[in-house]
């Protein structure tokens, strides 16, 4: 919906990330207002939130507008299929490592195997659809590297902020986008912000779904999630956006699937549900290491070795 955005309003990369951007802080400012109008007791403030950790507003606005912006961008220059191989096929790649390094997260050889499954449906997906290039390919996949690695750091910086601060990810998200749009309105401005306005229900409608839908409500359930699995599960589960616009393409627009777009569906469709019951078997494995009946039951099978001996 974004790419036609791009071609509808005849706006650039920058643009489109601004509107989508402001649309989205938008309806994140008004939904916490009703959440402080509510329950005050539990909405913090956006101003404390941000006094609390700036360093980590900053990022992730900083993050998410590179990461938006340079994908708009690779798309621009390589094409579809390429910016979306290159950002979303790299992306989990530099999660993995960033997370062993920084977070000491362990992939091990099941979320190895997993990621370089996810990478293969990924490839397969968008191999199956136009493979048509843009004007600067080397140029595409330089942006799209970018973009990945500004996915690849809000990702590790929500999962490092998520671990300490579980189930608090609404205000940040707020303010990461705060932050994002204050950094791209100069930009904008100079591409040219305003969209072609020809068709004006069509543009708005569009401005309003990439606001609503894959921004602020997307990116609130992402930030929340990232205080519960590991980083690489995250990114790797995120390779579902193709797969969801392979879907939208086949319900609305009419596309057919064909052998490789069914068989990029299914392994991704496989390697999320897998990722999902590893995160679910981990958790109830550590509930029994570090609970009270596990810690229960050391402390009473000593008296019993005394006895023996």
Known sequence: MAAELYDVGEIGPVSVSFWRFLTGLGL???????????????????????????RRALVTGFGLAV????????????GLTVA???????GPVLVAIG?????GERTGA??????????????????GADGSTGPAPLLGIGY????AAGYAGVIL????????????????????FAVGTVCLLP???LEGLLPDLERPAWTLGLILYVGAVPTALAYTLFFAGLGVVRATTASVVALVEPLTAAVIGVLVFGERLNAILLTGTALLLFVVVFLAADEGVGRGASRRTSGPGADHGRRTSRPATQTKG
């Open 67 to 78: 990461y938006q912006t340079a994908y708009f961008a690779s798309v621009q220059q390589a």
């Open 99 to 103: 997370a062993r390094l920084t977070l």
């Open 144 to 147: 799209g590297l970018l973009s």
């Open 157 to 176: 910086l929500g999962r490092f902020s998520g671990r300490k601060n579980a189930g608090v990810a609404f205000e940040p998200t707020v303010i990461g």
């Open 187 to 189: 930009m904008a401005l």
């Open 110 to 127: 099941a979320g190895t195997a997993a990621l370089v499954s996810g990478v293969v449906g990924l490839v397969l997906l968008t191999g």
């Open 28 to 54: 994140l400012l008004s939904a916490h207002l009703v959440r402080r109008s509510r329950r005050p007791e539990t909405a913090a403030s956006l101003r404390a939130t941000f006094a609390a950790n700036p």
């Open 84 to 90: 979306t191989v290159v950002t979303l096929g790299s």
